[in-house]
Protein backbone atom coordinates (compact mmCIF):
# COMPACT_ATOMS: atom_id res chain seq x y z
CA UNK A 1 0.00 0.00 0.00
CA UNK A 2 1.44 3.68 -1.17
CA UNK A 3 2.27 5.96 1.93
CA UNK A 4 -0.37 8.73 1.30
CA UNK A 5 0.56 10.80 4.54
CA UNK A 6 0.70 14.13 3.44
CA UNK A 7 4.45 15.61 4.36
CA UNK A 8 4.35 18.34 6.70
CA UNK A 9 8.29 19.89 7.66
CA UNK A 10 8.96 22.93 9.45
CA UNK A 11 11.78 25.53 10.22
CA UNK A 12 12.02 26.52 14.21
CA UNK A 13 14.43 29.40 15.43
CA UNK A 14 14.97 30.91 18.73
CA UNK A 15 14.70 34.12 18.80
CA UNK A 16 18.24 35.13 20.20
CA UNK A 17 18.86 36.79 17.15
CA UNK A 18 18.53 37.52 13.98
CA UNK A 19 18.84 35.16 10.83
CA UNK A 20 22.21 34.57 9.83
CA UNK A 21 24.19 32.07 7.45
CA UNK A 22 23.63 28.98 9.21
CA UNK A 23 20.26 29.28 10.20
CA UNK A 24 19.24 30.63 5.93
CA UNK A 25 20.84 26.87 5.11
CA UNK A 26 18.81 25.29 7.91
CA UNK A 27 15.04 27.39 6.81
CA UNK A 28 16.25 27.25 2.62
CA UNK A 29 17.30 23.46 3.13
CA UNK A 30 14.03 22.41 5.31
CA UNK A 31 11.76 24.64 2.81
CA UNK A 32 13.47 22.98 -0.29
CA UNK A 33 12.60 19.54 0.97
CA UNK A 34 9.17 20.44 1.98
CA UNK A 35 8.19 21.72 -1.61
CA UNK A 36 10.40 19.56 -3.63
CA UNK A 37 7.80 16.47 -1.99
CA UNK A 38 5.15 18.39 -2.35
CA UNK A 39 4.09 18.72 0.82
CA UNK A 40 4.06 21.99 3.65
CA UNK A 41 6.15 24.10 5.48
CA UNK A 42 5.84 25.44 8.77
CA UNK A 43 7.05 27.91 11.28
CA UNK A 44 7.56 27.58 14.78
CA UNK A 45 9.00 30.45 16.75
CA UNK A 46 10.73 28.33 20.04
CA UNK A 47 10.47 31.22 22.30
CA UNK A 48 10.44 29.21 25.96
CA UNK A 49 14.05 30.53 26.99
CA UNK A 50 13.72 34.05 28.00
CA UNK A 51 17.07 35.15 29.28
CA UNK A 52 18.46 33.96 25.65
CA UNK A 53 16.05 35.97 23.37
CA UNK A 54 16.27 39.61 22.33
CA UNK A 55 13.32 41.61 22.02
CA UNK A 56 12.16 42.07 18.40
CA UNK A 57 13.66 39.08 17.36
CA UNK A 58 11.27 37.07 16.08
CA UNK A 59 9.23 39.68 13.69
CA UNK A 60 12.90 40.31 12.44
CA UNK A 61 13.12 36.71 11.70
CA UNK A 62 9.67 36.57 10.11
CA UNK A 63 10.43 39.74 7.83
CA UNK A 64 13.91 37.60 6.79
CA UNK A 65 11.89 34.96 5.83
CA UNK A 66 9.41 36.93 3.74
CA UNK A 67 12.27 38.79 2.25
CA UNK A 68 13.76 35.14 0.92
CA UNK A 69 10.89 34.01 -0.48
CA UNK A 70 10.28 31.42 1.98
CA UNK A 71 6.68 31.44 2.69
CA UNK A 72 4.90 29.48 5.29
CA UNK A 73 2.06 27.66 5.62
CA UNK A 74 -0.73 28.32 7.98
CA UNK A 75 -0.36 30.62 11.07
CA UNK A 76 3.47 30.76 12.89
CA UNK A 77 3.67 28.64 16.12
CA UNK A 78 4.93 30.19 19.40
CA UNK A 79 6.25 27.86 21.70
CA UNK A 80 5.83 30.37 24.18
CA UNK A 81 1.65 30.17 24.15
CA UNK A 82 1.95 26.35 24.87
CA UNK A 83 3.71 26.51 28.11
CA UNK A 84 0.27 24.99 29.68
CA UNK A 85 0.48 21.91 27.41
CA UNK A 86 4.16 20.72 28.45
CA UNK A 87 2.85 21.50 32.48
CA UNK A 88 0.00 19.42 31.92
CA UNK A 89 1.97 16.72 30.68
CA UNK A 90 4.76 17.06 33.35
CA UNK A 91 2.28 16.60 35.64
CA UNK A 92 0.82 13.57 33.90
CA UNK A 93 4.30 12.30 33.73
CA UNK A 94 4.93 12.35 37.61
CA UNK A 95 1.92 11.26 38.40
CA UNK A 96 2.44 7.93 36.59
CA UNK A 97 6.30 7.91 38.05
CA UNK A 98 7.93 8.12 34.19
CA UNK A 99 9.60 11.53 35.66
CA UNK A 100 10.93 12.68 38.83
CA UNK A 101 12.76 15.69 40.57
CA UNK A 102 16.21 15.72 40.80
CA UNK A 103 18.22 18.43 42.98
CA UNK A 104 22.13 17.20 41.67
CA UNK A 105 24.52 19.90 40.75
CA UNK A 106 26.36 19.59 37.55
CA UNK A 107 29.78 19.04 39.82
CA UNK A 108 27.62 16.03 41.19
CA UNK A 109 27.15 14.42 37.80
CA UNK A 110 30.92 15.13 36.99
CA UNK A 111 31.87 12.93 40.22
CA UNK A 112 29.38 10.28 38.41
CA UNK A 113 31.21 9.99 35.37
CA UNK A 114 29.71 12.92 33.33
CA UNK A 115 26.47 11.13 32.81
CA UNK A 116 23.34 11.43 35.25
CA UNK A 117 23.16 8.01 37.19
CA UNK A 118 19.22 8.46 38.46
CA UNK A 119 20.26 8.53 41.69
CA UNK A 120 17.32 10.94 42.61
CA UNK A 121 14.69 9.14 41.01
CA UNK A 122 15.38 6.06 43.05
CA UNK A 123 15.09 7.88 46.53
CA UNK A 124 12.68 6.11 49.51
CA UNK A 125 11.38 9.17 49.78
CA UNK A 126 11.02 11.46 46.00
CA UNK A 127 11.96 15.02 46.42
CA UNK A 128 9.33 17.97 45.66
CA UNK A 129 11.53 20.12 43.76
CA UNK A 130 14.35 21.17 41.71
CA UNK A 131 15.04 20.16 38.06
CA UNK A 132 12.33 17.41 36.51
CA UNK A 133 13.94 14.51 34.78
CA UNK A 134 12.06 11.74 32.56
CA UNK A 135 12.25 7.69 33.38
CA UNK A 136 14.17 7.29 30.34
CA UNK A 137 12.84 3.75 29.73
CA UNK A 138 14.10 3.41 26.44
CA UNK A 139 17.72 4.64 25.80
CA UNK A 140 17.63 4.71 22.35
CA UNK A 141 21.19 4.84 20.67
CA UNK A 142 20.40 4.68 17.20
CA UNK A 143 18.34 5.89 14.21
CA UNK A 144 18.74 6.14 10.53
CA UNK A 145 18.65 9.76 9.07
CA UNK A 146 17.46 9.92 5.63
CA UNK A 147 20.86 11.57 4.30
CA UNK A 148 23.37 10.77 6.99
CA UNK A 149 22.47 6.62 6.78
CA UNK A 150 22.82 5.12 10.42
CA UNK A 151 23.47 7.24 13.46
CA UNK A 152 24.43 5.88 16.93
CA UNK A 153 25.79 7.63 19.71
CA UNK A 154 27.44 6.73 23.24
CA UNK A 155 25.21 4.65 25.56
CA UNK A 156 25.70 6.43 28.06
CA UNK A 157 24.30 9.76 26.85
CA UNK A 158 21.72 7.58 25.00
CA UNK A 159 20.28 5.87 28.43
CA UNK A 160 20.80 9.20 31.01
CA UNK A 161 17.55 10.36 32.28
CA UNK A 162 17.22 13.61 31.01
CA UNK A 163 16.40 16.89 31.99
CA UNK A 164 12.55 17.71 30.70
CA UNK A 165 11.85 21.00 33.04
CA UNK A 166 14.96 23.24 34.31
CA UNK A 167 15.28 23.77 38.23
CA UNK A 168 14.60 27.86 37.44
CA UNK A 169 11.08 27.07 35.80
CA UNK A 170 12.04 26.88 32.25
CA UNK A 171 10.77 24.22 30.18
CA UNK A 172 13.69 22.00 28.56
CA UNK A 173 14.21 21.60 24.64
CA UNK A 174 13.76 18.01 24.07
CA UNK A 175 9.98 18.28 25.64
CA UNK A 176 8.57 21.13 23.98
CA UNK A 177 10.15 20.39 20.86
CA UNK A 178 8.48 16.47 20.60
CA UNK A 179 5.20 17.81 22.07
CA UNK A 180 5.38 20.37 19.38
CA UNK A 181 6.25 18.50 16.74
CA UNK A 182 3.23 15.82 17.51
CA UNK A 183 1.20 18.78 17.88
CA UNK A 184 1.79 19.74 14.40
CA UNK A 185 1.76 16.72 12.86
CA UNK A 186 5.66 16.86 11.54
CA UNK A 187 6.39 13.94 9.80
CA UNK A 188 9.91 14.31 8.92
CA UNK A 189 12.17 16.84 10.85
CA UNK A 190 15.04 18.48 8.41
CA UNK A 191 17.41 20.92 10.93
CA UNK A 192 21.42 20.90 11.24
CA UNK A 193 23.76 18.18 12.16
CA UNK A 194 24.28 20.11 15.78
CA UNK A 195 21.02 17.93 16.71
CA UNK A 196 22.00 14.85 15.61
CA UNK A 197 22.73 13.09 19.70
CA UNK A 198 19.25 15.28 20.99
CA UNK A 199 17.55 13.08 18.18
CA UNK A 200 18.08 9.55 19.94
CA UNK A 201 16.48 11.63 23.45
CA UNK A 202 13.85 12.78 21.59
CA UNK A 203 13.15 8.88 20.15
CA UNK A 204 13.20 7.83 23.10
CA UNK A 205 10.40 10.48 24.29
CA UNK A 206 8.19 9.19 21.19
CA UNK A 207 8.26 6.16 21.83
CA UNK A 208 7.70 6.80 26.19
CA UNK A 209 4.80 9.36 24.68
CA UNK A 210 3.50 6.32 22.38
CA UNK A 211 3.79 8.62 19.72
CA UNK A 212 4.87 7.58 16.05
CA UNK A 213 8.49 9.98 15.58
CA UNK A 214 8.86 11.36 12.04
CA UNK A 215 11.92 10.62 10.22
CA UNK A 216 14.60 12.54 10.36
CA UNK A 217 17.02 14.74 7.57
CA UNK A 218 19.96 16.38 9.28
CA UNK A 219 22.11 18.68 6.93
CA UNK A 220 25.62 19.68 7.33
CA UNK A 221 26.66 22.80 9.77
CA UNK A 222 27.88 26.23 8.39
CA UNK A 223 31.13 26.65 10.76
CA UNK A 224 33.80 29.33 10.84
CA UNK A 225 36.09 26.97 12.09
CA UNK A 226 36.41 23.38 13.14
CA UNK A 227 33.68 22.44 15.45
CA UNK A 228 32.65 26.05 15.89
CA UNK A 229 29.32 26.48 14.12
CA UNK A 230 28.31 29.57 12.92
CA UNK A 231 25.50 30.88 15.46
CA UNK A 232 23.90 34.30 17.35
CA UNK A 233 26.05 32.99 20.10
CA UNK A 234 29.74 33.69 18.99
CA UNK A 235 27.87 36.94 16.87
CA UNK A 236 27.61 35.69 13.01
CA UNK A 237 26.43 38.48 11.14
CA UNK A 238 22.90 38.90 9.89
CA UNK A 239 22.01 38.00 6.50
CA UNK A 240 20.43 40.80 3.74
CA UNK A 241 17.05 41.29 3.63
CA UNK A 242 18.20 43.44 0.82
CA UNK A 243 19.73 41.71 -1.46
CA UNK A 244 19.05 38.13 -0.61
CA UNK A 245 20.02 36.83 -4.01
CA UNK A 246 23.67 36.46 -2.89
CA UNK A 247 22.76 34.65 0.31
CA UNK A 248 20.76 32.56 -1.49
CA UNK A 249 22.65 31.35 -4.42
CA UNK A 250 25.44 30.80 -1.29
CA UNK A 251 23.30 28.67 0.54
CA UNK A 252 22.20 26.97 -2.73
CA UNK A 253 25.83 26.17 -3.58
CA UNK A 254 26.90 25.32 0.15
CA UNK A 255 24.03 22.43 -0.26
CA UNK A 256 25.58 21.13 -3.35
CA UNK A 257 22.20 22.70 -5.22
CA UNK A 258 22.99 23.92 -8.54
CA UNK A 259 22.31 27.53 -8.89
CA UNK A 260 18.95 29.38 -9.80
CA UNK A 261 19.39 31.47 -13.01
CA UNK A 262 16.03 33.33 -12.36
CA UNK A 263 17.70 36.50 -9.64
CA UNK A 264 15.24 38.98 -11.20
CA UNK A 265 12.94 37.93 -8.60
CA UNK A 266 13.47 36.01 -5.80
CA UNK A 267 10.29 34.45 -6.09
CA UNK A 268 11.50 32.89 -9.09
CA UNK A 269 14.56 32.09 -7.52
CA UNK A 270 12.98 29.88 -4.98
CA UNK A 271 10.76 28.40 -7.24
CA UNK A 272 13.92 27.48 -10.11
CA UNK A 273 15.37 26.03 -6.71
CA UNK A 274 12.44 23.83 -5.68
CA UNK A 275 12.11 22.74 -9.17
CA UNK A 276 15.95 21.55 -9.54
CA UNK A 277 16.20 20.41 -5.44
CA UNK A 278 18.40 17.01 -5.45
CA UNK A 279 18.61 15.66 -1.85
CA UNK A 280 21.10 13.28 -3.24
CA UNK A 281 23.42 16.20 -4.24
CA UNK A 282 23.90 17.54 -0.78
CA UNK A 283 27.37 16.60 1.31
CA UNK A 284 27.07 13.88 3.69
CA UNK A 285 29.25 15.66 6.42
CA UNK A 286 28.35 16.67 9.37
CA UNK A 287 30.26 20.63 9.22
CA UNK A 288 31.79 22.54 6.38
CA UNK A 289 34.25 25.42 6.87
CA UNK A 290 33.08 28.66 5.38
CA UNK A 291 35.79 30.31 3.27
CA UNK A 292 37.13 33.46 4.96
Not at 68 to 85: A, F, P, T
Not at 180 to 191: G, K, L, P, S, W
Not at 204 to 231: D, I, N
Request: glycine content about 6%.
Amino acid sequence: MLNTTPYIGRFAPSPSGPLHFGSLIAALGSYLRARSMGGKWLVRIEDIDPPREIAGASSAILTTLEAYGLEWDGDVLYQSQRLDVYQAKIEQLLQQDQAYYCQCTRKQIQAMGGSYDGRCGQLPQPLTQGAIRVRNAFGIDHFVDQHMGRVTVDKPFAAEDFIIKRSDGLYAYQLAVVLDDIHQQITEVVRGCDLLEPTCRQQSLYQLLQSPAPKWLHLPLACAEKGRKLSKQNHAPAIDNHNPQASIQAALAFLGQPAVTAESQVSLMIAQAVAQFDLALVPKQSEILLDT
